[in-house]
């Protein structure tokens, strides 16, 4: 398990990633995996429950966020993110099934930092979840 130590405070602190992901299959493979690798996971199942999340929480480490939500979509999401306070920092890698260059240019345009498309490949996932975890 993977986890950062806080001189300040000389606590042990994990590292933080908001799921939002509104397929509950796909969400507990998600929270499973962050899990698995020392993570602590917030998980969030549409866009309006997400917001309440980034409003409400300590700002985390990475957001794993889908690019199609109800109530809220993914891109609204990330100028929601980019306009709350600590927030506009955190790494974004969206997740859709959506491939379509447009779709990847919007979310990455409106301020993601990467792009991964369903079905992901699980070691992929990983390898970039970490690279925003250095």
Do not use: C, H
Not at 60 to 79: H, T
Not at 90 to 110: F, H, K, T, W
């Amino acid at each position: 398990m993977k986890i950062a130590m806080n001189i300040e405070t000389n606590k042990l602190t994990q590292k933080r990633v908001l799921i939002v992901e509104d397929n509950e299959e796909i969400r507990y493979i998600l929270d499973f995996m962050a899990q698995r690798e020392g993570m602590q996971s917030i998980l969030a199942k549409d866009g309006a429950e997400a917001e309440r999340l980034i409003k409400g929480q300590p700002v985390v480490d990475v957001i794993l966020l889908d690019v199609m939500l109800p109530y809220k979509n993914g891109v609204e999401l990330i100028s929601i993110i980019k306009n709350e306070d600590g927030w506009k920092d955190v790494p974004i890698i969206m997740l859709s099934s959506n491939g379509r260059e447009n779709d990847i240019v919007a979310a990455l345009n409106a301020g993601a930092d990467d792009y991964i498309t369903k079905p992901f490949q699980p070691i992929e996932l990983l390898t970039r979840l970490k690279k925003y975890l250095r």
